[in-house]
């Protein structure tokens, strides 16, 4: 079993900046991908950023440019830098990770910008 804690989410305004952070721990950890989804109220989950364990990233064209995503493979941990916020970007964001034909997801974290 895989479980992943998420911190970082909070109030900020726009053109401002959070970081994100996921820490993935269990038995025989491995994966194929980690990386963040999110969820604005009344609309579906939506991707937002992953990277694989060789290291490649990808993006939704909504965030290209803003975000970066990182890993620490030592720690099991991915890092989602968001930069220039909209308030567009308020949602619920979700850890993933994609261990063979399972995807485990975080609690979710709070992210809302402001006006």
């Known amino acids: 079993q895989v ?3 998420e911190s970082g989410g909070g109030l900020v305004q726009a053109g401002g ?5 996921c ?3 269990g038995n025989r950890l491995r994966f194929n991908a980690m990386g963040w ?14 990277i694989t364990g060789g290291a490649s990233t990808n993006y939704a064209d909504s965030v290209k440019g803003r975000f ?6 030592a720690k ?3 890092f989602l830098q968001m930069n220039n916020l909209k308030p567009e970007d308020t ?13 485990y997801w975080g609690q979710g974290t709070q992210v809302t910008v402001s006006s």
């Open 23 to 25: 820490a993935a721990s």
């Open 91 to 103: 949602a619920v964001y979700y850890c993933h990770l994609v261990q063979g034909w399972t995807t």
């Open 68 to 73: 970066i995503i990182s890993g620490d493979n």
């Open 76 to 78: 099991n941990t991915v």
């Open 3 to 5: 479980q992943l804690v």
């Open 17 to 21: 900046s959070l970081r994100l952070s």
């Open 37 to 50: 989804y999110r969820q604005a109220p009344g609309k579906q989950r939506e991707l937002v950023a992953t």
